[in-house]
Nanobody, 123 residues
Framework: QVQLVESGGGLVQAGGSLRLSCAAS????????IGWFREAPGKEREGVSR???????FYAESVKGRFSVSRDNVKGTVYLEMNHLRPEDTAVYYC?????????????????WGQGTQVTVSS
């Protein structure tokens, strides 16, 4: 169900940076495992990054070394820092939260997700 709010998307030139934020409206995000996914037009949904409750981080090969996921426990907010952006990063990005650990970017394991935020990278 949709109970997360993403923000921070926008239009950026190739090589630029954006930071996406994800917050929960009615529960403590700190106790959940986090997944970031994206959907580009005409393509299947793709897992981008995962952050476990034990602070382990995982990244898709396509973003490794450029993206960084983190959590601010005080604010109860999760971030996806995206650097050296490429046109192929253009997509709607979704934040998800789930009690069960996801080891393989499995959307169905997550309990909550947001409406998504558009990221557009121009060449």
């Amino acid at each position: 169900q949709v109970q997360l709010v993403e923000s921070g998307g926008g239009l950026v030139q190739a090589g630029g940076s954006l930071r996406l934020s994800c917050a929960a409206s009615s529960f403590d995000l700190n106790i959940y495992n986090i997944g970031w996914f994206r959907e580009a037009p005409g393509k299947e949904r793709e897992g981008v990054s995962r952050l476990t409750t034990s602070a382990e981080t995982f990244y898709a090969e396509s973003v490794k070394g450029r993206f960084s996921v983190s959590r601010d426990n005080v604010k109860g907010t999760v971030y996806l820092e995206m650097n050296h952006l490429r046109p192929e990063d253009t997509a709607v990005y979704y934040c998800t939260a789930g009690i069960y650990r996801d080891d393989d970017f499995t959307w169905a394991l997550y309990d909550y997700w947001g409406q998504g935020t558009q990221v557009t990278v121009s060449s």
